[in-house]
């Protein structure tokens, strides 16, 4: 009986010391990876239709790191002159070169009838660049490391396909 419990013990004992190891491993990952930067870098119209159109969106990830970045998804939230057009996860894994730079394109369906309300506001100050907002989170590939999140503004140029 006696026996049993000292096994009991010293099993509860590296079970704590595991999950010790366990938890000090991921905080170490994730203070020795800087986060990587998410920005807009291009709005391309694609497709007009009368209440609805498709946009292409192409995410910027740069990876400030000196080790490649594999990236399981990133979730993210995109507005246009204050006007939230996207949100989602990207579809596919990918991996950012250290040090590195990569474009994610991403096609959305817009309602064109929610955008009519900005769109004078836009006539009025267009430039052939809009304002962006983008927030969301790089969820890495990597054991023990947790989402990294981003929140970026910035002005981007609008395009279309012809």
Known sequence: MMRHRTLMRLAALLAGMALLMTLGCRSVIEHSLDRPEVSLREVRLLEMGLLSQRTQLVLHVKNPNPVPLPVRTVRYKIALAGLQVANGETDEAFTVPAKGETDIK????????????QAANMATNFNGRVDYEISGEVEPNIPMTGPFPFSRKGEVALNRTR
Request: glycine share 0%; hydrophobic share 60%; aromatic share 0%.
């Open 106 to 117: 991403l096609q959305v369906r817009t309602n064109a009838l929610e955008l009519a309300a």
